[in-house]
């Protein structure tokens, strides 16, 4: 069995240009498992801090610092990582020693486990033998924190190949979409400069019912039928527009505020017009009696918690109770270690709440999440259709395909 000979850390720079961390864990017979970390624009109020005061250096020392309670441990033993981190950071949101830290520390170790067993990671996460691909997920049309003034309110329009029959299939159909809509939006507006969001999704000028309406063209135009062969999703992102003062949504660009009530139509509105299979975040990231409406209304649909949730095992217990959501964004760097992580997927099949593993806005050009994705048994992976650090995850499906290890794709 290997033992974990050395850990290295350095400073580099995720897909915004910020500055980032990369963990190398090594064994003793020499594998490497390497791991950049990502980072969001949209931030819930409770998940993991990235970097101890904000400072990726200073994450990087405590780690140096304490690397000795590392070696000798198996690196495949996830746990006993875990609980060496703990000893130098027990605070519930890794404020010590930077979520970021945790994040590419554990799921490094992973990985270099993984090659000294000469197995795919997702292989080493999980006994289970029965594996599908989950759909991927991908944003084709971004606002709110993640583009500039002058594009919608609403985080994200995404689209998923939700009649596909194959992993290459569900990327290629995505990637039309995403092509299609470049297309007409460079038809309607002149002035389009095919200016792109952080995740990749094209970035226009368009409110927010503009913007859905180009979306269902795409697909149509495409010959597609929205709710089969193809379905689009929403990211309302809504604590973005949330204000606690005014105990309102407040819509800046499109010039209008959603009391709560007004914001669950809103959003039921727009499920059933552009027959979304996907809605995330709908209602602010404490709503939880508010999305338990939504979940109510829409058995069929994935009315999904990310800010609501963080990837928080203690959150999500409380959201089943509650009804809140039937679907869960899983975000490793949310919750801060691999570990964390892996217990919030436990906990939401115990509770029959889907998991929908997701990139950050802010990204490395690492594929890892694909195979959390399928070691988790995810319905959808959110990984962008666009973009080197997203198409970085998209072709890691398509080589993991070739292990053959893996029978078609996952039912919704
Ligand atoms: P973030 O956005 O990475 O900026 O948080 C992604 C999301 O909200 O799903
Ligand atoms: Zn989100």
């Known amino acids: 069995m290997a033992r974990i000979a050395s850990i290295k850390g350095r400073l580099l720079y995720n897909s915004r240009g910020s500055k980032t961390v990369e963990i190398d864990v090594i064994t003793d017979n020499g594998d490497v498992g390497r791991v950049c970390a990502p980072s969001g624009a949209s931030v819930g109020k409770y998940e993991a801090i990235s970097f101890p005061d904000n400072s990726p250096e200073k994450g990087l020392e405590i780690l140096k610092a304490n690397e000795k309670k590392f070696i000798g441990l198996d690196p495949s033993d996830l746990k006993s990582i875990h609980e060496a981190l703990r000893e130098i950071d027990s605070t519930s949101n890794y404020s ?40 991927p997920l991908g944003n084709i049309l971004g606002g709110g924190a993640h583009a500039g003034p002058g594009t919608p309110d609403i985080q994200e329009i ?23 809509l470049g297309k007409i939006l460079a038809k309607k507006d002149p002035g389009f400069t095919n200016g792109r969001g952080d995740e990749g999704g094209w970035a226009p000028k368009l409110n927010n019912e503009q913007a859905l309406e180009v979306a269902a063209r795409a697909c149509e135009q495409l010959g597609f039928t929205l709710g089969k062969e193809v379905s689009l999703g929403v990211d309302f992102a809504s604590t973005t527009q ?5 105990k309102k949504y407040v819509y800046d660009r499109a010039g209008f505020e959603n009391t709560p009530e007004e914001q669950i139509d809103f959003a039921a509105e727009i499920i059933k017009k552009y027959k979304l299979a996907y809605a995330e975040d709908a209602v ?4 939880f009696e508010d999305m338990a409406i939504l979940t109510k209304k829409f058995p069929n649909i994935l009315i999904t918690g990310d800010d609501l949730l963080v990837t928080n095992t203690e959150i999500l217990k409380n959201a089943a109770k509650k009804r809140a959501c039937n679907a869960a ?10 570990y964390d992580a892996i217990e919030f997927a436990k906990e939401a099949s115990k509770n029959n709440i889907k998991l929908i593993t997701s990139h950050r806005s802010g990204e490395s050009s690492d ?8 070691a988790t048994k995810s319905k959808m992976l959110k990984v962008g259709v666009m973009g080197g650090e997203r198409i970085a995850k998209l072709n890691e499906l398509l080589r993991i395909s070739e292990y053959d290890l893996i029978r078609g794709m996952v039912e919704i």
């Open 96 to 135: 010590k020693i930077g979520g970021s830290i945790a994040f590419s520390l554990t799921i490094a170790a992973t990985e270099s486990a993984a090659k000294s067993e000469g197995i795919p990671m997702f292989k080493l996460l999980t006994k289970d033998s029965d594996l599908k691909f989950p759909f």
């Open 158 to 180: 995404l689209v998923c190949a939700t009649g596909s029959k194959t992993i290459r299939d569900s990327i290629e159909v995505n990637l039309s979409v995403h092509k299609e």
């Open 242 to 246: 949330w204000n606690e003062n005014k």
């Open 284 to 287: 602010h990231e404490e709503a």
């Open 329 to 338: 964004i899983l975000k490793v760097n949310q919750a801060g270690s691999l």
């Open 367 to 374: 594929s890892h999440i694909s195979h959390i994705g399928i």
